[in-house]
């Protein structure tokens, strides 16, 4: 019981302290950027026109806009604790948290749907792993690499092509709205695709893990029935898929804005999108705060649902645990690997062999030749090159972006267990939403959409440290050296770094991919790299408009980009190798 206290405790104080941090930083947010808040009002407003004196000071009257960001702090709390927000500086005559919300049960819904789907299709995937486990089978390469391609579609290319095929070409489905189920079925298909493809990738490691347990090679030595272990382990597998499951839908909820954009979906999403468009504040002030109270919520009854679920093992480590001493693990899939690079290694030589590919109207929307392999786009230029050219912005930057975050994460992770609980927390603010809110305060820049990825990439990071961290800490050699009077540093550089390191490695190398869709799909809402990029997001957005005539444009960004993700998996799968005890 003094435990189970001292958890809630922990609990309550953690998500108290975020969300008095958020509600700073939100309060705050009209000022970042060392701005006037009347000129930026009427921007919103008026795009082109050049403001008057007179009109700047209607402005701050109408609005009663506060003069310094100590004042605005105060004000807006004080607003808030009544349930005042303000008002939109958009359409002044709505109120901000009408504005923020009117699709909050649009999004809501989306959501609940997909990751409903999404959890059904990841458990039909994982069958043959369930089955090969229960009769004793080695797991294949070929279920990871599954998993990694469904996982590593861009969710606004497949909600593109499920567009164009499905309600363009067969017609079968609306192009836009959310108002029946008919309506429903696109959207919710093309987030649910991709999820089921990430939460089936954490099924079959889960599922992995079990049957190395020690009782499940004695539950087959003593022939008890595949359907019995099939249960148990089904048990096992969705104590861990629960509290991932309710962060799933905290993620999905915030993270719909690719979606309803595509769709023309009226939901919470898009208006975040408008909203940072056209720098509407306060109601990305509603929608940060709305997200932020969303994610403590669900981070408590994932914490919640992962120790009531996993209850029963407490206290039972030894009658689980793998009857093993040291473990190898060694890659597999290396061949697969090797095979799934060799585009990435075309493009380096494409890149260091050319320069940066010319305009030629004559050649524009060329399908694909001898002269230009992948064909041209839509202003002539060879599309090989120009993806060439733009994989230094997406994954070089994705890499750049993902080692910084492994620093961050290892730093922090290393001071304790507090970095899973906030990362629980947190898991409700993706990329895209940060993104989506930085572009909103100062304006889309593939610096801001690095900055929007670093802010959340180190979470997952410094949760895994953390844990990594404090089992070496019990280890027999960690604590014969501390009795010994090693001094903390010696500790963490001789006992504990060595473990963590390659752990954290491994980890970041499996977030590339991850990151490099988040800055994709920024440069996909044009609130990345800038107009005529050649990052692959800024090719996606382009190819839109000519899907039908050039699917070719789409195809190629969207089949690398699925690569990366499949090489990322390849990279961190290891097969796990025991030695029995002696």
Excluded at 105 to 129: C, D, E, I, K, Q
Excluded at 507 to 524: D, P, T
Aim: hydrophobic fraction near 55%; include cysteine.
């Amino acid at each position: 019981m003094p435990q189970r206290n001292h958890r809630i405790l922990q609990t309550t104080c953690t998500s108290l302290a975020l969300f008095l941090s958020a509600a700073a930083i939100t309060a705050i947010l009209p000022f970042l950027g060392n701005r006037d808040l009347a000129m930026a009002v009427f921007r919103a407003r008026e795009a082109e026109r050049t403001p008057d004196p007179e009109i700047l000071e209607a402005i701050r009257k109408e609005l009663q806009l506060p003069a310094t960001p100590f004042e605005g702090f105060t004000s807006w709390l004080a607003g808030a604790l009544r349930g005042d927000f303000g008002v939109s500086w958009v359409d002044p005559s709505r109120s901000a948290i009408d504005v923020a919300l009117s699709g909050f049960g649009v999004s809501a819904t989306l959501a609940g749907l997909s990751t409903s789907l999404a959890v059904v299709l990841a458990w039909l995937l994982a069958w043959p792993r369930f089955r090969a486990v229960v009769h004793g089978k080695p797991s294949r390469t070929g279920d990871i690499v599954g998993m990694a391609i469904l996982g590593s579609i861009p969710e606004f290319v497949l909600a593109v092509v499920l567009l164009v095929l499905f309600a363009l070409k067969f017609q079968w489905f609306p192009v836009s709205g959310f108002s029946s189920i008919h309506h429903m079925v696109l959207p919710t298909l093309a987030i649910a695709l991709p999820s089921a493809g990430l939460l089936g990738r954490v099924l079959l490691i889960t599922i992995d893990a079990v049957a190395k347990e020690e009782w499940v090679r004695a539950w087959r030595l003593n022939n008890v029935r595949s359907q019995v272990i099939f249960r148990a382990i089904s048990k096992r597998a969705l104590a861990v898929l629960t509290p991932q499951i309710v962060l799933f839908f905290a993620g999905s909820l915030a993270s719909t804005a690719l979606i309803e954009t595509t769709f023309n979906i009226a939901g919470m999403g898009r208006t975040a999108v408008a909203a940072a468009i056209s720098r509407d504040i306060p109601v990305l002030q509603v929608i940060v705060l709305t997200v932020v109270i969303l994610g403590i919520v669900c981070g408590i009854l994932a914490q919640w649902a992962r120790w009531l679920l996993l209850r029963p093992l407490l206290g039972s480590d030894a009658a689980y645990a793998p009857s093993a001493t040291a473990r190898n693990s060694r890659p597999r899939g290396t061949i697969a690997f090797a095979l799934v690079t060799l585009p990435f290694l075309a493009l380096f030589l494409v890149l260091l062999l050319t320069d940066a590919p010319p305009l030629d109207i004559t050649q524009r929307l060329v399908p694909p030749s001898a002269p230009h392999i992948l064909g041209t786009d839509q202003l002539g230029r060879d599309l090989l090159l120009r993806l060439a050219h733009g994989a230094t912005l997406t994954i070089g930057l994705a890499v750049l972006v993902t080692a910084i975050c492994a620093l961050i994460g290892l730093v922090l992770g290393l001071m304790g267990s507090w970095a899973s609980r906030i990362g629980d927390a947190l898991n409700a603010l993706p990329a895209i939403l940060i993104g989506v809110i930085l572009a909103g305060v100062f304006g889309g820049s593939q610096t801001t959409a690095a900055i929007a990825v670093m802010l959340v990439g180190w979470i997952p990071l410094a949760s895994h440290t953390a844990v990594v961290a404090a089992e070496a800490r019990t280890t027999g050699y960690y604590l014969w050296a501390q009795l010994q009077g090693a001094s903390m540093f010696r500790l963490i550089w001789w006992h504990v770094l060595p473990t963590v390191i390659p752990a954290v490695i491994r980890h970041a190398a499996s977030r590339v991919a991850h990151n490099a869709l988040a800055l994709a799909g920024l440069g996909f809402l044009g609130l990345g790299a800038p107009h005529d990029s050649p990052d692959w997001g800024v090719i996606l957005s382009e190819s839109i408009r000519y899907a039908e005539r050039a699917p070719w444009m789409m195809l190629a960004p969207t089949l690398l980009l699925m690569a990366l993700g499949v090489a990322a998996a390849l990279a961190t799968d290891t097969r796990i190798t025991l030695r029995s005890k002696s």
